[in-house]
């Protein structure tokens, strides 16, 4: 099971911008994608984007056009350039691997990507331990 280890969270006013960094231990075939999810106090998990391999991309609606997810294959490493930052953005952020095998423990997202030519929810099955991102008014 790959190691995700996330850095980047921080404090910042609205409308600011973060760069959030993970670094997976190795690349491991059967996820089919890698991605961010969030969750704030008292809310649920909220998947915010997902890459493939091959750099395609999908995102929660509540941060297209804000917020973008990047790779670097060769390094193991994925990024989340969040900009345009609202309060509502507050969360603790977490770096996860959606596994081609249904999780024990899966996260359910409300983002699809197509996979093999079909259609597939994103599932995150394993994460890291989170990076904390505030957003004051």
């Known amino acids: 099971q790959v190691q995700l280890v996330e850095s980047g969270g921080a404090s910042v006013q609205s409308g600011g911008s973060l760069t959030l960094s993970c670094a997976a231990s190795?690349?491991?075939?059967?996820?089919?994608?890698m991605g961010w999810f969030r969750q704030a106090p008292g809310k649920k998990r909220e998947g915010v984007a997902c890459i493939d391999r091959d750099g395609s991309t999908t995102y929660a609606d509540s941060v297209k056009g804000r917020f973008t997810i990047s790779q670097d294959n060769a390094k193991n490493m994925l990024y989340l350039q969040m900009d345009i930052l609202k309060p509502e953005d507050t969360a603790m952020y977490y770096c996860a691997a959606a596994p081609d095998r249904p999780p024990s423990d899966p996260i359910i997202t409300n983002m699809f990507m197509n996979f093999g030519g079909v259609r597939r929810r994103v599932v995150f099955g394993y994460w890291g331990q989170g990076t904390q991102v505030t957003v004051s008014s």
């Open positions: 190795e690349y491991d075939a059967s996820n089919y994608c």
